[in-house]
């Protein structure tokens, strides 16, 4: 996208260099890797099979049908039975330009279904292009963007000459929250990840108040939201947007909603932050197809979101049976994926050798901060049965023996 003259001049201000602010201009969707989770995706599943065939330009390899992918925390049920039903119905009329029947709904049912005010909720194509553009709206290379380590994204705002600061997860893997506003007490974002990405994990109401009580008064909290609906609507963080607190949530129809491909997301903040994000990006963008989904599963989510998380509960609980049978170390997790390590067995190790035999994990290296941990989406049953079988022969066969010179 194009920035505004004044913009340009604002993020110089800031202390973005000219280098920078055209990088920013390009898009900052384009320059940051923490786009979605399937920007990652070719990447790892290239390097566990770099002879794959690849279908075009930042698409996967091709694969033999019979592969389990369970790397990129999609939902193997896609869209809801209502969902499809409310694409059927106005596909007919997607020769228009314009929004048709329910999808004049969204917009309302984004606002009323979290409780906030008109304004206050603003729908993107995927929360992932909000999410790289709070960067260049709230951040500059003296206000720094803070998040957990291991946490998603890593921080790609270097790329645009941010400042990132990475604080490590406390023991029980939430956010610690009082080393975060130690590390910057003038950041200009408190990025938190909740569950986290890729451990799983909460991290408690009290500790994003304590970031609101301590962070300077003009930066904010980011709360990513993206896996909350697996862990219930107590740990939501919503309410704080209502309240017109410091708060900006993110949220998106990728995971429970399995809408990953149709690309749809959420920003619930106050007006004002609505305002400085849409110097960067204005959100929108739907298609018809798009909007019709997301609108009749927001409608549909009092009996989806329960039926859906006891579907996964039951496929997490078969691999949760196995890896303790085996001695695999895990952590449990409330979202759609876990963090698991093999003994004498990197992550890259384990990777590689569970590519070999067809199952397709998350890439090695995302988290340098745990070189012996690799996270696993929670599949259907059948994959994660497949899971099963081949976790089961990778621990039996153990690491890869080393050629003495």
Known sequence: MSLTRKVQEELLERGYSRRNVARIALGAAAALPFFHE??????????????????????????????VVIGSNENPMGPTTQGLEAISKVSPLAWRYGPQGDNNLLQGLVESTEGVKPGYGVVFP???PALSNLMP?????????????????QGGGRGIGA???KVPLRKDYSHDVEAMIKADPNAGVYYICNP?????????????????????KDAVLVIDEAYIHFSGRDNMSTDLVAKDKDVIVLRTFSKI?????????IVYAKPEYQAQLAKFDRGGNLSVATMACAAA??????????????????NRALAYDQMAKLG???IPTVGNFFMMSVKGMTAAQVGNAMAAKKVHLAGANRWPEWPNHIRVTVGSFDEMTKFNAALAQVVKEGPPSVAKG
Do not use: C
């Not at 709206?137 to 994204?153: K, L, N």
């Not at 991290?203 to 609101?212: A, G, H």
């Open 137 to 153: 709206a709230f951040t500059s290379p003296t206000r720094s963007w803070v998040m957990g380590a291991p946490g998603y994204g």
């Open 126 to 128: 995927g929360s992932g």
């Open 196 to 216: 986290n990405n890729p451990t799983g994990t909460l991290t408690p109401r009290k500790d994003m108040e304590y970031i609101l009580a301590n962070k300077p």
């Open 163 to 165: 400042k990132v600061i």
């Open 328 to 330: 695999v170390s895990y």
């Open 297 to 314: 599963s927001l409608k549909a989510s009092a009996t989806v979101i329960p039926e859906r998380v006891a579907v996964y509960q039951k």
């Open 257 to 265: 909603y399995g809408m990953a491909g149709l690309r749809a997301g």
């Open 38 to 67: 399937f920007a990652f995706a070719p990447h790892a599943l290239a390097q566990d099979n770099p002879d794959a065939p690849a279908r075009g330009r930042g698409m996967r390899p091709a694969y033999d049908p019979d592969a």
